[in-house]
Each structure stands twice: as C-alpha cells, then as structure tokens.
C-alpha cells in the first residue's frame, strides 16, 4: 500500500512538473492567412504539451499594430507578416535572429529564395517562408481559339501578349484581352514589376536604397501597355477597380489574359470549373520570365524569451514536413519548400507547378519604405503607372517617379 502511494505520488508530481513546463506562444497572423495558419496551429496542438496560439490580425492594421505593440513593451512572441515588411522591421532590431536555425535546416536551401532574401538584415536572418505565393497570367484558350491563337502556346513575351489581347478583343466590342489591376499599389508590385525582373532590370537597386526608375524595359512595358489601352482591348475597370471583380470578369469568358497569382489554378477548378484556361509565368517586354513572391513569413520578436523560442521554431520545423506543406498545398496553394513537389502537388491539378516552378526565379523589392513608395494611394509608383499608360507624358511620369522615389529612400533609408 505504501509502495503504491509513493507510486502515485511519483506519477502525479510528473504529470504537474509536465503541466507546468509546457510553453504557449502567442502568433499574429494576417487574416487572410489565419485559416491555414489555424489548422497548422491545431495539428501541433494535438501531438504537443506546448501550444501555439494563433490570434488572426486585419491586414491594414498589423504593421501599425505590431509597431504599437513592440513599442509598448507588451508584443506577440512571433508574428507572420507579409513578407515585404521584414526589412523595415529587422533594421528596427525588432526581430530575433535565427540564423544558426534557418541554415542548420536539412533543407535551408529550398527555401523559397526571395522570402529569405527580404528577412536577411546585415547578414543575419529573421524569418522564415510560411505561406508563400507567386504571380503569373492565366489565359482563356477558348478565346485564344476563337481569335485564331494557339491556345496551347502562352504568349512568351509582353509584346505578344498586347498582339493577342488586341486580336481577342476583335471578337467584339464586350470581349476584351487584358485585365490588370491598376488602381492599386499591392497588386501592381505583384503583377507590373514581374515584367521588368524578366528583363533583369528593376526599379530600385538590389539594395533597396537607390532608385532605377528609368530603364528601357520599364519604357517597352509601358510601350505594350499604351498599346493595349488605346486598342481598347484592356478591361474598362481596370484603370479604377480594386481587383474584387477582377475573377469575376475572367471567369465571365469576356477576358483573354488575367494577370494574377497562383491561387488561381485551384479557385477557378473549385469554384468555375467550366472556364477552359491555362497559366504561364509573367514575360518580360521581349522574353524571360519571372514573378512576384509574394506571401507570409514567420519571425519571432527580439527579446522571446529562449523556451518560447525554442517552441515557435519547433512549430517551424513541423509545418515544414512533407505532410504539413501537403496540407499547405491543398488550403493556400503553395508549399514554402521548393523541393517537394512531387508530394505537394501530387493530388492536386498540375498547373499549379507553374507558379511553384518559377518560385525559385521570384523576386520581391528590397526596401525600408514599402508602403510610402507602392502601397499608397498618393505614392510615386501607383502615380507613375496611372500617368505612364494613361495620360500623354510618359517622359515627365518617369522622372517624377525617379524624383519622388530619391527623396522618399534618402529620408527612409536607415
């Protein structure tokens, strides 16, 4: 009987030492990202005493938020953000660094390259990928067919695109070839920019902290872009709408190329499934290819104490297994390894392999001022697409732009 009491006693101390050693961190996730980031949380919940807590942030207000809350005192332990905010952040030293971790991976090299890129500070990382995305064109081929095009060819340069939207649009007058967004900052660094990269030019140095406004292939893409307007082959709501009907009108079989991102493959199967369409990455003026990677990278805030730290890396390494960026795959569309292919989409419609392939060849704009050069409404780059393919004086938008850029980055650079 005693021997059975110093037993239970034993059982019941461990069981409260375990209790009590087990660690909560706390993560704010965009809300665009909190149902997958949720169900991640949910699996290692289940096979783990630590616990993530996931707490989903409204977009617009997690990088003043998060600000508030570092300055404060009173932070989540980790935060996942979209990616183009890292910079500004490490450069605050509001980050941890997990260098050692990211490049002790077994697998650090398939890490999508441009989410590393952009939480690198000075050598040192502060993020790793955790919902990534890309964008590419998806391309009507019944239309393609109609106007006489290969629908089984993508259009291999910009110039080709303009020549096949104006001959789609030819149809008739409510059938148009190209839809893009250009009402709004976010969505033209996602789909504009891939144009320039594709010609290995861009619009500020690898650094971020110079402007290259004025290149020959930012002129050639203006070049196609005019074309395409003044033939009326772009969709009127281009110019003014904020995206939400941009899927809409594609799926409507009115429109011959979208330009958009990689979740479309699974929302048109799931949602349109009688749109007959394809996918290809973003060309260049007169060839190459690339995209805008774009998405969520996790990062821990400086000063997480090493037990938090040490769960939050571990919640890591876990969404990072094949079985964790299968599910990814299925929910976001994009896995954050680029070296699992063959098990991420395997399930999945093959098309998506597009935007996973040129994932490796993404970029992303290096800078400490994101949202005054691209995001605002009033700022230089949604002001210099507006006027360059809208208005008359594409000399005069382009050095304004190159003007607003300079000031911008001598007063933000740290």
């Known amino acids: 009987m005693h021997k059975t009491k110093l037993m239970l006693a034993a059982l019941s101390l461990a069981a409260s030492t375990s209790i009590a050693s087990a660690e909560e961190i706390?993560?704010?996730?965009?809300?665009?990202?909190?149902?997958?980031?949720q169900g991640l949380a949910d699996q290692y919940n289940a096979a783990h005493d630590d616990k993530v807590i996931v707490t989903p942030i409204t977009a617009e207000q997690m990088v003043p938020k998060l600000g508030a809350a570092i300055a404060g005192g009173a932070p989540p332990d980790g935060a996942v953000l979209d990616l183009i905010y890292l910079p500004t952040f490490a450069a605050n030293e509001s980050?941890?660094?997990i260098t050692d971790f990211v490049k002790g991976l077994p697998y650090a090299d398939a890490l999508s390259p441009s989410h590393i890129r952009l939480a690198t500070y000075e050598d040192k990382i502060y993020g790793v990928p955790a919902l990534p995305d890309?964008?590419?064109?998806a391309y009507n081929t019944e239309l393609f067919e109609k106007a006489g095009l290969d629908p089984k060819k993508a259009p291999a340069t910009l110039e080709e695109v303009a020549e096949s939207a104006k001959k789609i649009h030819a149809l008739g007058n409510d059938t148009y070839g190209f839809y893009f967004v250009a009402n709004s900052g976010s969505w033209l660094i996602y789909d504009f920019?891939?144009?320039?990269?594709?010609a290995n030019a861009d619009i500020l140095s690898e650094d971020g902290r110079e402007a290259t406004v004025d290149t020959p292939a930012l002129r050639d893409t203006f070049?196609?872009?005019?074309d395409m307007w003044k033939a009326g082959a772009i969709h009127p709501t281009s110019r003014s709408g904020n995206g939400n009907n941009a899927v809409e009108a594609f799926a409507s079989g009115k429109v011959g190329v979208l330009m958009t991102g990689s979740y479309?493959?699974?929302l048109l199967t799931s949602k349109y499934p009688d749109v007959k369409f394809d996918v290809a990455p973003i060309p260049g003026p007169k060839g190459g290819v690339s995209s805008f990677a774009g998405g969520d990278t996790l990062a821990l805030i400086k000063g997480v104490s090493e037990e938090k730290k040490k769960v939050a890396l571990d919640f890591v390494n876990f969404y990072m297994q094949p079985e964790q960026?299968?599910?990814?795959?299925?929910?976001?569309?994009?896995?954050?390894?680029?070296?699992v292919a063959d098990q991420a989409y395997a399930q999945f419609d093959k098309r998506n392999l597009i935007a996973y392939d040129v994932l490796a060849k993404a970029k992303t704009?290096?800078?400490f001022s994101s949202d005054e050069l691209f995001v605002s409404r009033t700022g230089p780059f949604l002001n210099l697409i507006q006027s360059a393919i809208f208005g008359d004086d594409v000399d005069g938008s382009i050095k304004k732009a190159q003007d607003e850029f300079t000031k911008i980055l001598e007063r933000t650079n740290p």
């Open 223 to 226: 070049a196609a872009y005019r």
């Open 193 to 198: 920019l891939p144009h320039l990269w594709a």
């Open 325 to 339: 960026q299968v599910y990814i795959t299925k929910e976001s569309g994009m896995p954050p390894r680029t070296d």
């Open 95 to 97: 980050l941890e660094d």
């Open 134 to 137: 890309a964008s590419i064109i």
């Open 365 to 367: 704009p290096y800078t």
């Open 26 to 37: 706390s993560l704010w996730v965009r809300t665009s990202s909190a149902a997958v980031l």
């Open 264 to 266: 479309i493959v699974n």
